[in-house]
Protein backbone atom coordinates (compact mmCIF):
# COMPACT_ATOMS: atom_id res chain seq x y z
CA UNK A 1 0.00 0.00 0.00
CA UNK A 2 1.33 3.27 -0.95
CA UNK A 3 2.47 5.24 1.80
CA UNK A 4 3.48 8.71 0.65
CA UNK A 5 2.64 10.78 -2.95
CA UNK A 6 4.88 13.65 -3.69
CA UNK A 7 3.42 15.42 -6.69
CA UNK A 8 4.14 19.29 -8.10
CA UNK A 9 2.86 21.33 -6.14
CA UNK A 10 -1.19 21.92 -6.53
CA UNK A 11 -3.11 25.35 -7.35
CA UNK A 12 -6.87 25.87 -6.86
CA UNK A 13 -8.72 26.98 -9.68
CA UNK A 14 -11.47 28.52 -7.64
CA UNK A 15 -11.69 29.93 -4.26
CA UNK A 16 -13.43 32.49 -1.98
CA UNK A 17 -11.07 34.65 0.32
CA UNK A 18 -13.65 37.00 1.59
CA UNK A 19 -12.42 40.36 2.67
CA UNK A 20 -11.56 42.16 5.91
CA UNK A 21 -11.08 40.18 8.90
CA UNK A 22 -12.40 36.54 7.40
CA UNK A 23 -9.76 37.16 4.80
CA UNK A 24 -7.30 37.46 7.12
CA UNK A 25 -8.63 34.39 9.20
CA UNK A 26 -9.10 31.61 6.36
CA UNK A 27 -6.21 32.91 3.43
CA UNK A 28 -3.42 30.60 4.85
CA UNK A 29 -5.64 28.05 4.78
CA UNK A 30 -5.63 27.98 0.66
CA UNK A 31 -1.82 29.03 0.68
CA UNK A 32 -0.89 26.41 2.86
CA UNK A 33 -2.13 24.04 0.42
CA UNK A 34 -1.94 25.59 -3.14
CA UNK A 35 0.58 27.42 -4.79
CA UNK A 36 -1.68 29.97 -6.88
CA UNK A 37 -5.45 30.18 -6.52
CA UNK A 38 -7.81 31.59 -9.07
CA UNK A 39 -9.83 34.65 -6.49
CA UNK A 40 -13.59 34.57 -6.87
CA UNK A 41 -14.71 38.62 -7.02
CA UNK A 42 -18.36 38.15 -5.40
CA UNK A 43 -17.19 40.76 -2.82
CA UNK A 44 -19.50 43.50 -1.25
CA UNK A 45 -19.60 45.53 -3.39
CA UNK A 46 -18.54 43.60 -6.24
CA UNK A 47 -14.69 43.57 -7.87
CA UNK A 48 -15.63 45.14 -11.39
CA UNK A 49 -12.95 47.18 -12.26
CA UNK A 50 -9.01 46.84 -12.79
CA UNK A 51 -8.38 49.22 -9.86
CA UNK A 52 -10.90 47.20 -7.19
CA UNK A 53 -9.19 44.01 -8.56
CA UNK A 54 -5.77 45.33 -8.13
CA UNK A 55 -6.87 46.41 -4.68
CA UNK A 56 -8.19 43.18 -3.63
CA UNK A 57 -4.92 41.62 -4.58
CA UNK A 58 -2.86 43.77 -2.37
CA UNK A 59 -5.13 43.00 0.59
CA UNK A 60 -4.84 39.23 0.31
CA UNK A 61 -0.86 39.82 -0.17
CA UNK A 62 -0.77 41.89 3.33
CA UNK A 63 -2.79 39.38 4.91
CA UNK A 64 -1.37 36.19 3.41
CA UNK A 65 1.95 34.27 5.34
CA UNK A 66 4.73 35.37 2.79
CA UNK A 67 6.36 32.53 3.81
CA UNK A 68 3.79 30.66 1.68
CA UNK A 69 4.52 31.71 -1.18
CA UNK A 70 0.90 31.79 -2.67
CA UNK A 71 -0.15 33.90 -5.57
CA UNK A 72 -3.78 35.24 -5.86
CA UNK A 73 -4.55 35.42 -9.56
CA UNK A 74 -7.85 37.85 -9.69
CA UNK A 75 -10.81 37.94 -11.70
CA UNK A 76 -13.63 40.11 -12.90
CA UNK A 77 -16.92 40.07 -11.52
CA UNK A 78 -19.14 41.09 -15.14
CA UNK A 79 -22.09 42.97 -15.03
CA UNK A 80 -24.66 43.70 -17.80
CA UNK A 81 -22.85 47.38 -18.50
CA UNK A 82 -19.30 46.00 -18.14
CA UNK A 83 -17.09 48.03 -20.43
CA UNK A 84 -15.06 45.47 -22.70
CA UNK A 85 -11.92 47.70 -22.59
CA UNK A 86 -11.96 47.36 -18.98
CA UNK A 87 -11.70 43.60 -18.98
CA UNK A 88 -8.96 44.11 -21.81
CA UNK A 89 -7.06 46.77 -20.00
CA UNK A 90 -7.16 44.54 -16.68
CA UNK A 91 -5.56 41.09 -18.75
CA UNK A 92 -2.87 43.28 -20.54
CA UNK A 93 -1.55 44.82 -17.30
CA UNK A 94 -1.90 41.56 -15.47
CA UNK A 95 -4.34 42.04 -13.14
CA UNK A 96 -7.06 40.05 -15.06
CA UNK A 97 -6.55 36.19 -15.33
CA UNK A 98 -10.02 35.43 -16.42
CA UNK A 99 -13.69 37.36 -16.02
CA UNK A 100 -16.57 35.14 -14.00
CA UNK A 101 -19.99 34.78 -14.79
CA UNK A 102 -22.61 35.26 -12.42
CA UNK A 103 -26.22 34.76 -13.93
CA UNK A 104 -27.75 37.77 -10.93
CA UNK A 105 -30.03 36.57 -8.14
CA UNK A 106 -27.78 32.32 -8.84
CA UNK A 107 -26.06 32.77 -5.36
CA UNK A 108 -24.08 34.73 -2.88
CA UNK A 109 -23.59 37.99 -3.75
CA UNK A 110 -25.07 37.92 -7.49
CA UNK A 111 -27.33 40.24 -6.98
CA UNK A 112 -25.18 42.37 -9.37
CA UNK A 113 -24.76 39.83 -11.67
CA UNK A 114 -26.03 39.47 -15.72
CA UNK A 115 -29.65 38.98 -16.24
CA UNK A 116 -29.14 38.16 -20.17
CA UNK A 117 -25.91 36.60 -21.60
CA UNK A 118 -26.62 38.86 -25.06
CA UNK A 119 -25.72 41.69 -22.32
CA UNK A 120 -22.22 40.85 -22.39
CA UNK A 121 -21.96 39.20 -25.81
CA UNK A 122 -19.31 42.63 -26.49
CA UNK A 123 -17.51 41.53 -23.29
CA UNK A 124 -17.07 38.12 -24.37
CA UNK A 125 -16.13 39.12 -27.98
CA UNK A 126 -12.99 40.43 -26.40
CA UNK A 127 -12.60 37.91 -24.33
CA UNK A 128 -12.50 35.55 -27.12
CA UNK A 129 -9.80 37.88 -28.92
CA UNK A 130 -7.75 37.80 -26.31
CA UNK A 131 -7.84 34.68 -24.87
CA UNK A 132 -8.92 35.15 -21.51
CA UNK A 133 -11.17 32.50 -19.94
CA UNK A 134 -14.54 32.60 -18.75
CA UNK A 135 -15.73 31.23 -15.68
CA UNK A 136 -19.10 30.39 -15.95
CA UNK A 137 -21.26 29.46 -12.47
CA UNK A 138 -23.83 27.44 -14.28
CA UNK A 139 -26.90 27.77 -12.90
CA UNK A 140 -30.42 29.40 -14.17
CA UNK A 141 -32.63 30.76 -11.81
CA UNK A 142 -35.71 30.93 -12.68
CA UNK A 143 -38.11 30.22 -9.50
CA UNK A 144 -40.37 27.96 -12.06
CA UNK A 145 -37.09 25.64 -12.63
CA UNK A 146 -36.18 22.79 -9.94
CA UNK A 147 -32.92 23.77 -7.65
CA UNK A 148 -31.66 20.34 -8.81
CA UNK A 149 -32.47 21.08 -12.56
CA UNK A 150 -30.68 24.27 -12.77
CA UNK A 151 -27.28 22.83 -14.21
CA UNK A 152 -28.53 21.08 -16.96
CA UNK A 153 -31.15 23.47 -17.74
CA UNK A 154 -28.16 26.29 -18.18
CA UNK A 155 -26.09 24.18 -20.09
CA UNK A 156 -29.65 24.00 -22.86
CA UNK A 157 -30.41 27.60 -22.64
CA UNK A 158 -27.26 29.63 -21.99
CA UNK A 159 -23.93 27.67 -22.73
CA UNK A 160 -24.83 25.91 -25.77
CA UNK A 161 -25.48 29.60 -27.16
CA UNK A 162 -22.18 30.64 -26.41
CA UNK A 163 -20.28 27.98 -27.42
CA UNK A 164 -22.00 28.60 -30.70
CA UNK A 165 -21.78 32.37 -30.99
CA UNK A 166 -17.88 31.67 -29.49
CA UNK A 167 -16.60 28.92 -30.46
CA UNK A 168 -12.70 30.07 -29.58
CA UNK A 169 -13.63 31.45 -26.22
CA UNK A 170 -12.30 29.43 -23.15
CA UNK A 171 -14.77 28.42 -20.87
CA UNK A 172 -14.75 26.93 -18.09
CA UNK A 173 -17.62 25.44 -16.68
CA UNK A 174 -17.08 25.99 -12.69
CA UNK A 175 -17.78 23.30 -9.85
CA UNK A 176 -19.91 21.09 -12.03
CA UNK A 177 -22.55 18.66 -10.36
CA UNK A 178 -24.29 16.94 -13.11
CA UNK A 179 -24.03 14.07 -15.73
CA UNK A 180 -25.03 16.98 -18.43
CA UNK A 181 -21.89 18.54 -17.24
CA UNK A 182 -19.14 15.94 -17.62
CA UNK A 183 -20.98 14.96 -21.19
CA UNK A 184 -21.02 18.30 -22.07
CA UNK A 185 -17.54 19.58 -21.11
CA UNK A 186 -16.03 15.82 -23.09
CA UNK A 187 -18.30 16.28 -26.01
CA UNK A 188 -16.53 19.68 -26.68
CA UNK A 189 -13.05 21.23 -27.73
CA UNK A 190 -9.90 21.67 -25.92
CA UNK A 191 -11.24 25.38 -24.99
CA UNK A 192 -14.12 23.79 -22.62
CA UNK A 193 -13.05 22.95 -19.43
CA UNK A 194 -14.47 22.50 -15.86
CA UNK A 195 -13.49 22.07 -12.31
CA UNK A 196 -14.74 19.92 -9.39
CA UNK A 197 -14.90 20.61 -5.95
CA UNK A 198 -14.25 18.05 -2.95
CA UNK A 199 -17.48 17.75 -1.58
CA UNK A 200 -19.17 16.85 -4.68
CA UNK A 201 -16.89 13.87 -4.94
CA UNK A 202 -17.45 12.87 -1.35
CA UNK A 203 -21.56 14.07 -1.13
CA UNK A 204 -24.86 13.65 -2.91
CA UNK A 205 -28.23 15.46 -2.07
CA UNK A 206 -28.57 12.93 1.45
CA UNK A 207 -25.75 14.76 2.90
CA UNK A 208 -27.97 17.91 2.71
CA UNK A 209 -30.47 16.15 4.96
CA UNK A 210 -29.28 13.47 6.88
CA UNK A 211 -30.91 12.72 10.05
CA UNK A 212 -32.66 16.27 9.86
CA UNK A 213 -31.47 19.81 7.68
CA UNK A 214 -27.94 19.57 7.86
CA UNK A 215 -26.82 23.66 6.49
CA UNK A 216 -22.93 22.67 6.29
CA UNK A 217 -23.69 20.19 2.92
CA UNK A 218 -25.69 23.27 1.43
CA UNK A 219 -23.57 24.77 -1.27
CA UNK A 220 -24.47 26.21 -4.81
CA UNK A 221 -24.52 24.73 -7.11
CA UNK A 222 -26.74 21.81 -4.82
CA UNK A 223 -25.38 18.34 -4.26
CA UNK A 224 -27.03 16.11 -6.76
CA UNK A 225 -28.17 12.77 -6.93
CA UNK A 226 -25.69 9.76 -6.61
CA UNK A 227 -25.71 9.30 -10.11
CA UNK A 228 -24.39 12.08 -10.49
CA UNK A 229 -21.72 12.15 -8.17
CA UNK A 230 -20.22 8.80 -9.39
CA UNK A 231 -19.56 10.60 -13.04
CA UNK A 232 -17.54 13.29 -11.73
CA UNK A 233 -15.61 10.87 -9.65
CA UNK A 234 -14.69 9.46 -12.82
CA UNK A 235 -14.23 12.61 -14.27
CA UNK A 236 -12.07 13.79 -12.33
CA UNK A 237 -10.26 10.54 -11.54
CA UNK A 238 -10.22 9.98 -15.81
CA UNK A 239 -6.93 11.64 -16.05
CA UNK A 240 -8.53 13.90 -18.78
CA UNK A 241 -7.32 17.48 -19.11
CA UNK A 242 -11.10 18.77 -19.40
CA UNK A 243 -11.12 18.34 -15.44
CA UNK A 244 -9.13 20.15 -12.48
CA UNK A 245 -9.55 20.95 -9.07
CA UNK A 246 -10.81 23.82 -8.58
CA UNK A 247 -12.09 23.65 -4.39
CA UNK A 248 -15.11 26.35 -4.13
CA UNK A 249 -14.37 26.67 -0.57
CA UNK A 250 -16.62 29.31 0.61
CA UNK A 251 -16.57 30.64 3.99
CA UNK A 252 -18.99 31.32 5.83
CA UNK A 253 -19.58 31.85 10.24
CA UNK A 254 -21.74 29.17 11.56
CA UNK A 255 -24.14 31.40 12.67
CA UNK A 256 -24.81 32.42 8.87
CA UNK A 257 -25.11 28.92 8.19
CA UNK A 258 -27.32 27.69 11.06
CA UNK A 259 -29.56 30.48 10.74
CA UNK A 260 -33.47 30.16 9.31
CA UNK A 261 -32.01 31.51 5.76
CA UNK A 262 -28.75 29.79 5.99
CA UNK A 263 -25.86 31.13 3.23
CA UNK A 264 -24.70 28.81 0.34
CA UNK A 265 -21.03 27.18 0.98
CA UNK A 266 -18.64 24.84 2.15
CA UNK A 267 -15.49 25.48 4.02
CA UNK A 268 -13.32 22.61 2.67
CA UNK A 269 -9.83 24.59 2.44
CA UNK A 270 -8.42 23.26 5.56
CA UNK A 271 -7.93 19.86 4.55
CA UNK A 272 -9.16 20.15 0.50
CA UNK A 273 -6.26 18.15 -0.28
CA UNK A 274 -6.35 15.23 2.18
CA UNK A 275 -9.79 15.31 0.82
CA UNK A 276 -9.25 14.71 -3.15
CA UNK A 277 -6.74 12.33 -1.72
CA UNK A 278 -9.44 10.25 -0.40
CA UNK A 279 -11.36 10.33 -3.49
CA UNK A 280 -8.64 9.36 -5.62
CA UNK A 281 -7.69 6.82 -3.46
CA UNK A 282 -11.19 5.45 -3.41
CA UNK A 283 -11.20 5.17 -6.97
CA UNK A 284 -8.12 3.47 -7.27
CA UNK A 285 -6.60 6.65 -9.31
CA UNK A 286 -3.91 8.82 -7.21
CA UNK A 287 -1.49 8.44 -10.05
CA UNK A 288 -4.02 10.55 -11.47
CA UNK A 289 -4.11 13.37 -8.78
CA UNK A 290 -1.11 15.38 -9.70
CA UNK A 291 -2.25 15.69 -13.34
CA UNK A 292 -6.06 16.86 -12.12
CA UNK A 293 -4.29 19.12 -9.30
CA UNK A 294 -1.49 20.46 -10.63
CA UNK A 295 -1.35 19.85 -14.22
CA UNK A 296 -4.52 20.56 -16.29
CA UNK A 297 -5.60 23.70 -15.14
CA UNK A 298 -1.79 25.85 -15.44
CA UNK A 299 -2.40 24.01 -19.04
CA UNK A 300 -5.40 25.20 -19.98
CA UNK A 301 -4.52 28.75 -18.33
CA UNK A 302 -1.59 28.96 -20.22
CA UNK A 303 0.12 29.15 -17.33
CA UNK A 304 3.69 28.04 -16.21
CA UNK A 305 3.31 24.42 -14.24
CA UNK A 306 4.90 24.76 -10.53
CA UNK A 307 8.21 23.54 -9.89
CA UNK A 308 7.74 23.02 -6.18
CA UNK A 309 6.82 19.50 -4.60
CA UNK A 310 4.57 18.82 -1.89
CA UNK A 311 3.81 15.49 -0.26
CA UNK A 312 1.11 14.00 0.95
CA UNK A 313 1.38 10.86 3.68
CA UNK A 314 -0.97 7.93 4.68
CA UNK A 315 -1.17 9.65 8.19
CA UNK A 316 -4.69 10.34 9.68
CA UNK A 317 -6.09 13.86 9.64
CA UNK A 318 -8.14 14.21 12.75
CA UNK A 319 -10.91 17.41 11.30
CA UNK A 320 -11.91 19.14 14.69
CA UNK A 321 -15.63 19.76 14.71
CA UNK A 322 -15.02 23.55 14.46
CA UNK A 323 -12.23 26.45 14.03
CA UNK A 324 -12.42 29.28 15.87
CA UNK A 325 -10.83 32.03 13.63
CA UNK A 326 -10.36 35.05 15.33
CA UNK A 327 -13.62 36.10 16.70
CA UNK A 328 -15.81 33.57 14.12
CA UNK A 329 -16.40 30.01 14.15
CA UNK A 330 -16.48 27.97 10.73
CA UNK A 331 -17.13 24.37 10.10
CA UNK A 332 -14.93 22.79 8.45
CA UNK A 333 -16.07 20.33 5.45
CA UNK A 334 -15.57 16.46 6.79
CA UNK A 335 -15.74 18.21 10.45
CA UNK A 336 -15.57 15.46 13.18
CA UNK A 337 -13.91 13.18 10.90
CA UNK A 338 -10.93 11.28 10.17
CA UNK A 339 -9.31 11.31 6.87
CA UNK A 340 -6.51 9.01 5.96
CA UNK A 341 -3.86 11.50 4.44
CA UNK A 342 -2.20 14.40 5.58
CA UNK A 343 -0.29 17.17 3.72
CA UNK A 344 3.26 17.55 4.86
CA UNK A 345 3.99 21.18 5.88
O1 LIG B 1 -21.98 27.62 -2.28
C1 LIG B 1 -21.55 28.63 -2.79
N1 LIG B 1 -20.99 29.62 -2.05
N2 LIG B 1 -21.65 28.78 -4.11
C2 LIG B 1 -21.33 29.93 -4.72
O2 LIG B 1 -21.49 30.00 -5.91
C3 LIG B 1 -20.88 31.11 -3.94
C4 LIG B 1 -20.31 30.71 -2.67
C5 LIG B 1 -20.14 31.86 -1.69
O3 LIG B 1 -19.60 32.90 -2.10
O4 LIG B 1 -20.51 31.73 -0.53
ZN1 LIG C 1 -17.66 29.70 -5.97
Avoid at 44 to 50: F, K, L, M
Avoid at 120 to 135: F, R, S, T
Avoid at 292 to 312: D, V, W
Wanted: hydrophobic letters at 40%; one cysteine or more; a negative charge.
Amino acid sequence: MIQSLVIRRPDDWHVHLRDGDMLGDVVNFTARQFARAIIMPNLTPPVTTVDAARAYRSRILEAVDEKLNFKPLMTAYLTDDMDPEEIRRGADEGVFTAAKLYPANATTNSAAGVTDIKNIYPVLMIMAEIGLPLLVHGEVTHSDVDIFDREARFIEDVLALVIKDFPELKIVFEHITTTEAVEFVNSHGANIAATITPHHLEINRNAIFQGGINPHNYCLPIAKREIHRLALRQAATSGSSKFFLGTDTAPHPVAAKESACGCAGIFNAPYALESYAKTFEEEDALDKLEGFASEHGPRFYGLPLNEEKITLERKASKVPEKLTLGETDIIPFHAGTTLNWSLVV
